[in-house]
């Protein structure tokens, strides 16, 4: 088989597992027990946020282990919505975020917040000045993704916390979780207070993931219950979870040298697939390499991914999180790209493993599909 | 060609006369000790200062880890090439082009008297290369964005940009040992701390009075000396079982005197495993005022028992300054972890801020801890912290 869906998730790093597999079945105390057993388990949990935070670059009190990406998007935004509505009910966020993200907006939305969802360009950028122009008094959050998960345009991250320092009432929240442990994020600049991470997405486990809170921020809590986790996120920590988020994330880390090929291989895939006239292709040309999206004229994108399958080799529609519902990607048509190729997207995602003979398989199994079903399909 | 040394400027230790050598072996060991992780590098100690070879290593972990060893004044990146003023000019010139900025300066410093360009025409002479071959690039000498500094010594030039700000203070184990008494809570590990920065090599020494003070008390004393090994290499720490002790002084001393007695008790255990391992001087976290047991009579009637020198680093500092330490060194957030030392357990409801010498001697006197104290030493176990880097062998370590 052939992986190439490792947006939607990757598989677990054997090394990841066997951690899980022992601290859930010889470190269960509680770590809030007094006890020499939760002294053990609790110094785990510190050397799992200390091993996070210094991948980092961050404190390890600004490391806080929830259960995911969603989980993580929704704390920080919500959290800086309810702690700071006092000063402004303004949010800025992009046309293009995760739904994790737009579903949370639009909630606040519901719950009498002010959104601003800023257009992007064809390649899915959005524009400094547009977000100038829509800062104000009552901004209290910035929310803009770092990767996006359907085509992979990187935003401008830096910048953009470059111009935040000025508004120091403006909180700044990246989602962070298709970039994490492939591009850098300069997480201690002082103009980024949260940054969400994701286990699942990088040989981690699903239910496993952080957000990163600076001490210049507070939170609302999601949840209300004990103090685990300074009280921003109560309940019996995860600690095997947690372990093996620490894990996984050095994992990546070793293994961030090896992006830089996947950007070869993307360049292979364009130069390939750009000679198909039925195809077009929707990942930006300066993007993330790890993901290309592309629309193929004529062809369900169903078929294509059934096509596929049965070949043994593994791509998916838009998002994951999306894909479910029969509809054109947002993402895509918020890039101006007409309703039909944004109804048929396909996409290839790359994991720092990725071998240069999947590429070729890939293109070779294309090229049979195409053959095989251009005359039924055209 | 990037940064291929580190320079390491010395502060006072520049100054120690005859002594000057063993200071500088002194904290190349350190260096030496504080970086065993990293294999490739090869260290040098000079007269004037010390240089890291970094022979293609990734610089930014040995910044991090530089910043905290005791004995460095300054240090920066550095490219080192011949007292030759081509390659001179070649290597400021690759300098400029890694940094940001619009406005440079050059400093040139010549302590090679040899080299035949002045220090000034040397500036001139720089700048002027760096004008013709850049774009964009302008002089500014009074406040620029980036100064290239260039240091033509004796062995060689070394072209530095930035220069990073050390801990100061003198290498660990250049002054000799002492004995921190470490409560776990917040003042005796900044005690310790301000101790190693004076060169001296620690042991820790804790009391504790099982069941009445918890494991999770001993795990954060552990914790502790375990952080401040990031500052001075290997901490021993000795921990003195305390339970009979304190029980005893519970049942026949005066409720009012007996914190003073268990402070004297402590001293003279403490004193008496100094002795044994030959260390010369007892470090605590003691701070004038603070609380009842920190009064001038309390210091006063506590100390009669030694007379081994009592280093208290925090006397004459203010709380607020010594939490500021404590979070700069990471140990402010183990320190108030909410469980009970023996300083915290049978505390009288008025202890006495103002004890007296004779009265204590007269309290005391009717008590023999004798067999006690001896059992104390006798059961006295021993933890070695090494700096983390070379805890390879916890038993945490595969599960990371």
Redesign the interface.
């Given at each position: 088989m052939i992986y190439l869906d490792n947006s939607a998730t990757t598989k677990p790093h054997i090394e990841v597992l066997k951690?899980y597999q022992?601290?859930a079945s010889e470190y269960f105390a509680n770590p809030s027990s007094?006890?020499?057993l939760?002294?053990e388990v609790e110094?785990?949990i510190n050397?799992?946020k200390e091993?996070v935070a210094s991948i980092l670059k961050v404190k390890s009190?600004e490391v806080f282990f929830t259960s995911g990406g969603t989980e993580s998007n929704n704390l920080a935004i919500k959290g800086i919505a309810y702690r700071y509505q006092n000063r402004g009910k303004h949010i800025i966020t992009t046309q293009i975020e995760h739904p994790s993200v737009l579903e949370v907006c639009k909630f606040l939305e519901a719950n009498g917040f002010k959104v601003t969802y800023l257009p992007v360009n064809e390649h899915g950028e959005i524009s400094l000045q547009d977000l100038e122009k829509a800062l104000t008094n009552e901004t209290i959050l910035v929310t803009i993704m770092h990767v996006n998960n359907e085509i992979g345009t990187v935003q401008p991250i830096s910048d953009i916390a470059d111009m935040l320092i000025q508004y120091p009432k403006t909180f700044f929240h990246i989602d962070h979780v298709q970039g994490f442990g492939k591009l850098p994020l300069p997480y201690d600049h002082k103009g980024i207070d949260s940054v969400t991470i994701s286990g699942h997405k990088i040989h981690g486990l699903k239910g496993t993931g952080c957000l990163i809170k600076k001490e210049s921020v507070s939170l609302a809590p999601l949840f209300h219950g004990g103090q685990q986790e300074q009280g921003n996120r109560p309940g019996t920590e995860n600690v095997a979870g947690a372990?093996s988020l620490?894990?996984a994330a050095?994992l990546a880390k070793e293994s961030q040298t090896n992006y830089d090929q996947l950007y070869r291989y993307q360049a292979n895939l364009r130069e390939v697939l750009e000679q198909y006239d039925q195809v077009t292709i929707n990942s930006p040309k300066h993007g993330a390499a790890h993901i290309l999206n592309f629309s193929v004229k004529g062809f369900k994108p169903e078929v294509l991914i059934h096509a596929f399958m049965d070949e043994g080799i593994v791509v998916s529609t838009k998002s994951a999180c999306s894909s479910k519902q029969n509809e054109p990607s947002h993402v895509l048509l918020a890039c101006g790209i007409d309703q039909s190729d944004a109804s048929s997207a396909v996409r290839v995602s790359m994991n720092l493993d990725q071998k240069a003979e999947d590429i070729e398989s890939f293109l070779q199994t294309f090229n049979n599909i195409i053959r095989q079903y251009e005359n039924v399909m055209g | 060609m990037i940064y291929d040394h580190v320079l390491i400027r010395y502060g006072e230790l520049a100054l120690k006369g005859k002594n000057q050598k063993f200071f500088i072996n002194k904290l190349r060991s350190n260096v030496q000790k504080a970086l065993s992780d990293f294999p490739n590098l090869s260290i040098k100690g000079k007269r004037d200062h010390m240089y890291i070879l970094l022979n293609g290593q990734d610089y930014e972990e040995i910044i991090e880890r530089c910043k905290d060893i005791f004995g460095i004044q300054s240090f920066s990146l550095a490219i080192k090439v011949e007292n030759d003023e081509e390659k001179i000019k070649e290597a400021v010139l690759e300098a400029i082009l890694l940094e940001e900025g619009k406005t440079f300066k050059i400093t040139a410093k010549r302590p090679n008297k040899n080299f035949p360009i002045p220090s000034q025409q040397m500036n001139q002479v720089l700048g002027g290369h760096i004008l013709r071959n850049t774009e964009g690039w302008t002089v500014n000498v009074h406040n620029p964005d980036v100064e290239i500094r260039v240091e033509i010594r004796h062995d060689a030039t070394y072209i530095t940009s930035k220069k990073i700000p050390g801990k100061g203070g003198l290498p660990v184990g250049s002054t000799g040992k002492s004995l921190l008494l470490l409560s776990g809570g917040i003042d005796s590990p900044v005690a310790g701390y301000l101790t190693m920065k004076r060169g001296v090599q620690l042991e820790a020494i804790h009391f504790h009075s099982p069941p009445f003070t918890?494991?999770?008390a001993r795990?954060k004393v552990e914790?502790l000396a375990q952080t401040l090994t990031k500052f001075g290499g290997e901490i021993k720490l000795h921990l003195i079982p305390f339970t009979d002790i304190q029980q005893k002084i519970f049942q026949n001393a005066p409720e009012n005197y007996g914190m003073t007695i268990m402070r004297r008790v402590m001293l003279r255990i403490s004193e008496q495993v100094a002795r044994q391992r030959e260390i010369l001087s007892i470090t605590t976290g003691e701070s004038l005022g603070q609380v009842a047991s920190q009064t001038m009579e309390s210091m006063h009637a506590i100390n009669e028992v030694t007379n081994y020198p009592i280093i208290r680093p925090l006397v004459a500092m203010d709380k607020v300054d010594i939490i500021n330490i404590s979070k700069q060194i990471n140990t402010y957030?183990i320190s108030i972890r909410p469980?009970e030392d023996c300083c915290t357990i049978f505390v009288p409801k008025a202890p006495k801020t103002r004890p007296r010498r004779e009265k204590v001697n007269q309290f005391e006197a009717p008590i023999d801890f004798t067999d006690e104290i001896e059992k104390a030493i006798n059961d006295m176990e021993t933890v070695t912290f090494k700096s983390s880097k070379q805890n390879q062998g916890d038993i945490?370590d595969e599960?990371?």
């Open positions: 951690t022992t601290v007094i006890h020499r939760g002294g110094k785990l050397k799992a091993q009190s372990v620490a894990k050095r | 918890s494991d999770r795990q914790d957030d469980y945490y599960l990371f």
